[in-house]
């Protein structure tokens, strides 16, 4: 089981810092400027806004059941509640919003839209507020329906083509 798997937008940033610095191994070995370097690629998708429309290219199901997605750039799916350097991505809350309050051992998933770089930053800054909640479940499938879109999963990024992952 993983911590955390992520398809769009977050997965798009990882992706390209992971391909920088297998590129320039040298010009990584400073945290802090590390993530001036998340931020600056943050900052470039966006304007580029690539993944608004996620939702038309990706089919989500919880629990074997179809989940209607609304207008994303991406989607996040927690194993446990710190995500991004230890950012509460699903937020705090008092399980009153129909959501359970997530716990390490409910063997459940949480799974969490990504509406834009600003949630992201602000998520990362802040921290502990209410995401855009899609859904709980014990497992999640995805189909990617058209061109590959980025994943990752623990922070490890790649394509995924056209097809299934679960």
Same mark, same amino acid.
């Given at each position: 089981?993983?911590?955390?798997?992520?398809?769009?937008?977050?997965?798009?940033?990882?992706?390209?810092?992971?391909?920088?610095?297998?590129?320039?191994?040298?010009?990584?070995?400073?945290?802090?400027?590390?993530?001036?370097?998340?931020?600056?690629?943050?900052?470039?998708?966006?304007?580029?806004?690539?993944?608004?429309?996620?939702?038309?290219?990706?089919?989500?199901?919880?629990?074997?059941?179809?989940?209607?997605?609304? /207008?994303?750039? *991406?989607?996040? &799916?927690?194993?446990?509640?710190?995500?991004?350097? @230890?950012?509460?991505?699903? +937020?705090?809350?008092?399980?009153?919003?129909?959501?359970?309050?997530?716990?390490?051992?409910?063997?459940?998933?949480?799974?969490?839209?990504?509406v834009g770089v600003p949630q992201?930053?602000?998520?990362?800054?802040?921290?502990?507020?209410?995401?855009?909640?899609?859904?709980?479940?014990?497992?999640?499938?995805? /189909?990617?329906? *058209?061109?590959? &879109?980025?994943?990752?999963?623990?922070?490890?990024? @790649?394509?995924?083509?056209? +097809?299934t992952s679960r």
């Amino acid at each position: 089981m993983n911590n955390y798997f992520g398809i769009g937008l977050d997965a798009r940033i990882s992706l390209e810092f992971h391909l920088k610095r297998e590129e320039h191994p040298e010009k990584f070995h400073s945290r802090a400027k590390n993530i001036m370097r998340y931020g600056v690629i943050s900052g470039r998708q966006f304007f580029m806004n690539k993944y608004k429309n996620l939702n038309q290219r990706v089919h989500m199901e919880c629990d074997g059941i179809p989940v209607q997605l609304p /207008t994303l750039q *991406g989607i996040v &799916v927690l194993n446990i509640t710190s995500y991004m350097g @230890g950012t509460n991505f699903w +937020g705090t809350g008092k399980g009153d919003d129909g959501f359970n309050i997530p716990a390490i051992d409910d063997r459940m998933l949480e799974v969490v839209g990504v509406v834009g770089v600003p949630q992201l930053g602000i998520s990362y800054m802040i921290g502990g507020l209410q995401h855009h909640r899609l859904a709980q479940c014990r497992s999640v499938r995805f /189909t990617v329906l *058209g061109d590959p &879109v980025p994943v990752q999963v623990d922070g490890e990024a @790649g394509c995924r083509n056209r +097809g299934t992952s679960r």
